[in-house]
Each structure stands twice: as C-alpha cells, then as structure tokens.
C-alpha cells in the first residue's frame, strides 16, 4: 500500500516542483516580471473599467474636440468628436485585449488537437493535414487575415474568425514536430510495448511533455494577434464605430495628427507598449521553462 501511495504522490510533487521552480525563475527576470505586472494591471483596468470613475467614453461634444493632453477635467485630452481619450483607451482596452488573446487561445486549441494527430499517427494522416497547413503558409499573415477579414466582412466575429484561421498553421507545426520528437523516445515505446493504446499513450505520456513547448509558442503570437486585430480595424475590416478599439482610434484620430499630433499618437503607444511586454513575457517565460528552438 506504501509502494503505491509513493508511486501516485511522487509525479504530483515532481510537475509541482517543475511548475514552482518556473515560477521562480521567471520571477528573476526583473524585465519579464516587470512586464507581467504591467500587463496584469491593464487586463484589470480594461475588466474594471465601469467602476474607475471615468467619463463616458460614447459622450462627446464639438465644442470641447482635441483637447490637448493636461486639460483640466481631460488629462489625456478629447478625440476628434470631444470624447475623453483616458476612458475610450482603457475601454479600448477591452476589444483589444480580447481581439489579441481570444484568437490564440482558440488556435492554441485547435493547432495542438491537429499537430498531436498528425505527429502521432503519422503516414499519410500527417501528409494530409500537414499539406493542408503549408497551403496557408504561401500567404503572408496580414494579407491573410485581410483577405478572410474581407471575405467575411467586418465586425467582431469575423475578425475573430479570421484571426484564428491565420493562426492555426503555425502551431499546428509546431505542435506536430514536438510530438514526431516525443513519439520515439523510450517511455513512449515502453508504454506502447506494455499495451496501452493510442489515447492512453497521448492522453498521459505525450501531451504533457508537448504543452510546454507549443504554450510558449503560443504566447508569443499574442501580440501579433494584437497587432494584427488593430490593423484589421484600422482598415475598417474589424471593430465598427464607435466602439472603443485602439485600431479603430487611430484610423478615426489620424486626421487630427496635424492638429494635435500627442493625443492621436495615445493609441499606437498603447499598441506599441502593450505588444512590447506580450513578446518580453513570452520570452522571459521561454527562459524560465526551459525550452529550447
């Protein structure tokens, strides 16, 4: 009976030792660390944003438009149609965040299901869909996401949609060259000379050795995914007004860069930044799990 309880608490304290002393490198990384906090109190400005206090990012009014940055009652200043630019970009904020992670999450779903198969089973499984992703590979993504955007038409879903279709390819590759590494080695085999079937071996002997390296990956897409939703509702193929997206702001702000070049800037900064510490995350996170290119 000792034997057994041994044998089941053993791998739990191991994956909790693995996990904690990620933790802990990646709190030593004062530029990933630093990063994460930012970004952790955006995504939490972004969710509370009703209860800040802050103006009606919808209310706007000629008389008080391009206000610059300092203003007394505006201290980011006004948009184009006297709208308070602090609320519309913590608002924005929302759309964006949502816009940037939703599509890598749903990919990260997909892309891991198709390159576990197709670097399992192997054969002609693995030509089929892998020949399928190298067709989404002869576009570039932007032209990619512009063109299914298009097609789809503009709006949220569709921009959803497209993003995600434009991220399935690459972690599916991904995915499907760690499993092709992990199906040989000897515990697999070991696994499959002792009977266990396919699922079994997948479910317990593959996948947790495979979700590190494709999670990293996939991180590391957030911000393209960011970037890529912003230019979509810049080019009017995204978010419709007047919603509050940072893309969208700056399409509508751009004819004011003239008038008042600060406060048409605010959302490509907060696109620039916020991309910024999604790619140190995701690399300081690299580091700390270990995972090699």
Request: hydrophobic share 55%; aromatic share 8%; proline share 5%.
């Amino acid at each position: 009976m000792a034997v057994i309880t041994e044998s089941i608490v053993a791998p739990v304290e191991r994956t909790q030792g693995y996990w904690s002393g990620v933790a802990r490198r990646f709190r030593r990384d004062p530029v990933a660390a630093g990063c994460a906090v930012l970004l952790l109190l955006l995504i939490l400005a972004a969710i509370f944003a009703p209860y800040l206090g802050l103006a009606d990012p919808y209310a706007g009014s000629m008389a008080r438009r391009l206000r610059r940055i300092g203003t007394p009652g505006f201290p980011l200043g006004t948009d184009e149609l006297g709208r308070d630019m602090l609320a519309r970009l913590v608002y924005g904020g929302r759309l964006t965040l949502f816009l940037g992670i939703t599509p890598v999450v749903a990919a990260f779903s997909i892309g891991t299901v198709l390159g576990l198969v197709a670097g399992y089973v192997g054969g002609r499984t693995n030509t089929v869909i892998m020949r399928l992703v190298d067709v989404f590979f002869a576009f570039p993504s932007v032209l990619l996401a512009i063109a299914i955007s298009g097609a789809l038409g503009a709006g949220i879903v569709n921009s959803l949609v497209s993003l995600t279709i434009v991220f399935v390819p690459p972690i599916t590759r991904v995915a499907e060259s760690v499993t092709a590494s992990v199906r040989s080695l000897d515990y697999v085999d070991a696994a499959r000379a002792s009977g266990a079937g396919a699922f079994t071996i997948v479910r317990v002997h593959v996948l947790g050795n495979v979700l590190g390296p494709i999670f990293v990956y996939a991180t590391s897409l957030t911000s393209v995914s960011m970037i890529l939703a912003a230019g979509l509702s810049f080019l009017g193929l995204g978010v419709k007004p007047p919603e509050p997206e940072w893309g969208l702001m700056l399409n509508t702000l751009r004819t004011a860069i003239y008038i008042n070049p600060w406060v048409a800037a605010l959302p490509g900064l907060m696109i620039f930044v916020t991309s910024l510490c999604l790619n140190l995350v995701s690399d300081g996170l690299r580091s700390a799990m270990n995972v090699r290119d």
